[in-house]
Every structure is written in C-alpha cells, then in structure tokens.
C-alpha cells in the first residue's frame, strides 16, 4: 500500500478494522505508539472513540523517542495485527527499528515533514497517511528511491559512491561475465505493482543522481504539515462519525500547533474556516449564541452566563495573545506571553515600564490587572477589547487577537483551546526533578508520583525504568485532562497551574539569559549553553527546552535584528543534565515575520556533524533537531555548527 492521501483515509479505517476480525473466532488487538506531544494525544482520543465504536480493542504506548519503540515492538503481543504510530517515526526509516513482518500492517500518522522515503514508497508493510498525493507530490523522489533500493552502487577501481570520478570504461568488459550475478547486486524490493526499470547504461551514474535527489529532499529542512488531530476528524468525517467532542479534539491539536509556530498563519486561518462551519452544523441552533470575546471571557470566570443546556457547545471566537489570561492575572498573562513579553522587551527595565505605561494609559490600574482575571472589575473586562485595539498600536502590539475557538462547560464556564493546549503540555512538562524545582516539598512529588514507580533518589541503573514511569503518568493525566469538565481530579485546572508555574521559571531563565549575554553570535547562527543555574532541570524536558528556544527566538527578532539586520535569527540550547554528564540540544529557526514558518535545517546539522565528526548522540523526541549529548563532546560539537550551519537562505 506504500501511502494514502486524505481522500482515502476511511480505506484505511476499513483496512484496519477488516484486520482486527480476521480469521475465525479470533480477535486481534490494535497497538498505538503515541508521542508526547497534544495534537498526537488529540489524535488519539479520536481513533479509540470510533475503534471502541467498532468494538476493536487496543493497547497503547507512550514513546519519547525511537529507541522507545524499538524495544517495545520486541515484546508486543503475537495478536497484534495493526501499528499505528502518531506524531513518531515519520521522519526515520522504520526498517532500522523493527522487524517487518507481513502479518502486521505499520500505519504512520506523523505531521513531521519531510516524510522518509523508504517509508511511503518502498516497504509494503509501511503505510503512511498523507494529506496529499505522494505521487503526484514526489514523482521524482518516488524514482529515485525505487532505483537505489532496486540496484546496489558498483565500486570500481576502488572508487565508492561519493567519489567524484567518472566511471572507467575498462569496467564495462567485466560487465557482460557478471550478468549470471546482476541479482547478487540488487535489493529485493519489497513493494509490488510497479515495473522494474530498464537499468541503464551507466548505472552508477543514474544511482548517484538519485541519491543526490533524495539527500537535496531529506535536506530541506523539517516542516510541520496538516494536524493529525485534523486529519483523523477528516477521516471521521469520510466514516460520518464526526461529533462534538471530536471537533473538539481536532481544534486543540490545531491550535498547538499554531501556538507554537509550527504552522503560519494563513495555514492555520483556512482551517478555522472549516471548523467554524463545523462548529455552527454540529451544536444545535438552541444552544448557539454569540459569544464577543470581552463578554466571553467574563462569562468563563463568572460561571453564570453559561447554562447546563449549553454544555459542549463550541463557538468561534477572538483571543488575546496573552498567556492562560482566563486563570491569571492580566498583567502575569500579559508578562509571561512570548508575543507582549519579545515586543515590548520585557528583560529591560525600560521594557517593563513600556508594559506598566500601557496597562495606565487603557485607563487599569495596577491593583485590578493584579488581581486573577476572574476577580476584576466586570466593567474593565467588558472594555478591555476596546481599550487594546485603541492603545496597543502605539506599543508595537498590532496583532493582539486572534481568532479561535472556546468551549462551554455548563455552569463550570467556558474554556478556550489555547488553555487546554497549555494544561496539556503543562501536564507533560512535569518530570519530579522539575516539580521540585517549581517549589513542590520532596514529600509531595514522591508521593504524587508513587503510583507510577518512582522515586527521586534512585541507583543510575533504574533511570531509564523510572523516567518512563512518570512520563507515563503524566501522559494519561494529559489524557484525562481532554475529557469533558478536565477530567478526574479536575486535571486541566491541574496542568494550568503546572504551567503558570513553568513559564514563569521560563522567563525568568530567558531574563537571565540575555542580561548576563549567554547567547554567542556565530556566523550562521547563535548558540547559548547553560551550566548553572536553580531551574535547569526543568529545562530538561524537550517540550519545556524548545518553548524557552522560542522565546528567545522571538526576543531575537524583535530586538537583535533591529540592531544588526544581517544577524542570523536561528538559535541553539544546551543545557546540563548533572545526573548523566550530559547536554540536552536543541536547534530552532525563526522567521523574520510573525505567522510565517520557515524549515529547520537543525536536524540535518547534528545529523552530519555526528557522523562526520565521529561525535555520538542520542536523538531525543522525533524532530531530529533534539538530541543529547556528552558533556565532553559539546564544545567540539557547538564549534562545528557554524561551519555545517547555512541558515541564511532558508
């Protein structure tokens, strides 16, 4: 099967279901490898309401990284006749992980860009959900692909494929005494129905030439396409069992992505549309009403305005930029929100004072914005809006709303997409050493993670065995957290004060990063390394690594570009991880204007600086652009990236 675009996502469906009731009086069980991120949970939450739908039952994993799954599909069960692997293992090559078997189907959802070639055209076992035509898309790098699996480079005269020198013409006699061996030569392809090409004259030539094209592919740089949270409502939709509860699913994993630059703007508008449409045809005309967002916001906190009769109900909506501002103040959302904090430069004193001057001249005082948001005057709530739009310009911030979506919760009030995408990472984010970090008592932590096997003060050897245990936790808590009302425990409530806790230590580590001028300009890039400090160890976590990246990604943009327009904005961070004499890295681009996405060619830095230099590292999470290193190994490897590095024409 190889590949299947959007329009025929419902075969796949019917393909995975057919599998599950094959054989007589048997029943096999669906496996999901689901990676840490919202939209693959989303995504998730989706496919087992209609597999439960369909009484086809499954088990699930959650993965970090790729060596995750390798050892997983090691110990999975012989019933298993379908994998599905969400947001992990789209950009690798599944051959170099598992065993293919023929009686079990691998489906791949992954919106990581560019899709790895072997994986949508060459293993039969392997298919890869597209929203477009691969085909059609790739017509040359299908070829290419096809004809180096199929044929094998020939050395001659001791020169390899990366030599640079023509092929010796004395060869071609010992060609005619090799034909009986052309097969010992060739790779078995593993995918049928299509014709094998006519090898040409010179081989050698042709097999260079492909792999050029798919190096020039893979190189490009990683991309985020459509949301797979949105891709599997579209295939709801195809099946014509969309519901409320899905849309919503679908809406949150779009918005992660939007709010952590992943898609641009125009992407992530065209999508809007559509839900909007959807949202008006699956909430009954009784339960619609408008919801203006100064009304909507003092609705959500006052939990009045929103009755039980219109619980669930979705409506499209404006939002403010600022961060989480329904559960904080105005002035900490406005503080710790990337977009206020990098116009405004908030780490200066002037640029605090820039944020105290504008909160005054809307006519708030700084004892209201103080207050939690649900505890502010009712009137100023009512012309906040109005008092943004007429001030906000003359400080820089012309693009403070921005349209999404909110949900009622009945008498519990209303709740925006943006803030379960934040409770939700803010779930994920809290490994133990982090919640002690943030201030939670030792006792506290070891009690809440004693469920899940872990303990802080533990032998090296059981690390790994404990890291997986919490991070387990925590992605079912995410997961409940998506239940309508937030779930057990009130989960959602639960991941927002996480996360107001975590970006707070964010800001305040991005502050001190740039007053005491960590971050070092290079020729094609900046790179800053952290050895010390109260909160690194929150900065462990690859999710919380990449938010700070983009924090000061967006600082760079709007401040040191002003200052030199020729500097590069890409950045990389390292941090120290004490325990294991080791930096987590991570690499990431920003675009000179906001709403606009560009490739990052990070992944594809380290990828060569590892193999090239001999420098060993392990790949963290599965955008290639995260990894972990040495602590010996990190100056020699920082030194390379400006020499591997060319950022500038992305």
Known sequence: MGHVKLANYSLAYKRIKNAAFEGAGTKSTVLFFVAADVDAICAFRMWTTLLKSDCISYVVVPVATMDDIRSEVKNMSSSIRSILMLNCGGLFNLEDYMEMSEDVSIYILDSHRPVNLRNAF????????????????????????IFTEE????????????????????????KDEDDDDDDDHRRRRRRTG???????????????????????????????????????????????????????????????QYINDQIGHAEYLDMVRIYKDEAVRLTPAERQRPTPLDNGIDDANRGLST?????????????????????????ESMYHSNYVASRLGIWREPGRKRLLALLAKMGFSLEECNQVFAHMSIDLKRILKDRLEAVAPEYGLHEVLYTS???????????????????????????????VALGHRSEWVAEETLSAGVALNTDNQENAQESTSWWHNNFFRACDSLDSGGGEDDQLQRGLKQCMKIQQALVRQAIAIIEKQVIITLSTCRVATLKDGPNLSIFWNPLTLGKLAQ??????????????????????????????????????HGSPLIGEVIPNKFGTVFEKISYNEKIPVKQLGFDKSVIEIDRDDLEAFMRCIDRYGSFRKS
Request: aromatic content about 8%.
């Open 151 to 174: 044929n094998e480079y020939e050395p001659r005269n001791g020169h390899g494929p990366d030599s640079d020198d023509d092929d010796d013409p004395e060869d071609d006699q010992d």
């Open 551 to 588: 924090f000061l990604v967006h600082a760079i943009r709007e401040y040191g570009s002003r200052r030199a327009a020729n500097r590069p904005i890409p950045l990389v961070i390292a941090v120290l991880k004490e325990e294991t004499q080791t930096f987590v890295v991570t690499g990431v």
């Open 122 to 145: 060459w293993n039969n076992e392997v298919i890869v959900f597209h929203e477009t035509d691969l085909d059609k898309e790739l017509v040359q790098e299908k070829d290419a692909i």
């Open 307 to 331: 009755g039980a009769s219109e619980e669930g109900a979705i409506q499209c909506t404006e939002e403010y930029r600022f961060m989480m501002v329904r559960h904080w103040s105005l002035y």
């Open 194 to 256: 299509v014709d094998t090409e006519v090898i040409p004259e010179d081989p050698n030539r042709q097999w260079k030439q492909s792999r050029a094209i798919i190096v020039e592919y893979m190189s490009k740089g990683t991309l985020y396409g459509t949301s797979i949270a949105n891709q599997t409502y579209m295939m709801a939709t195809q099946l014509d069992r969309t519901s409320s509860d899905m849309l919503w699913l679908a809406i949150v994993g779009l918005t992660s």
């Open 405 to 435: 979506f909110t949900r009622s919760y009945g008498y519990r009030g209303l709740v925006s997409a943006s803030d379960v995408v934040h409770a939700v990472t803010g779930l994920l984010e809290a490994s133990p050493e982090a919640l």
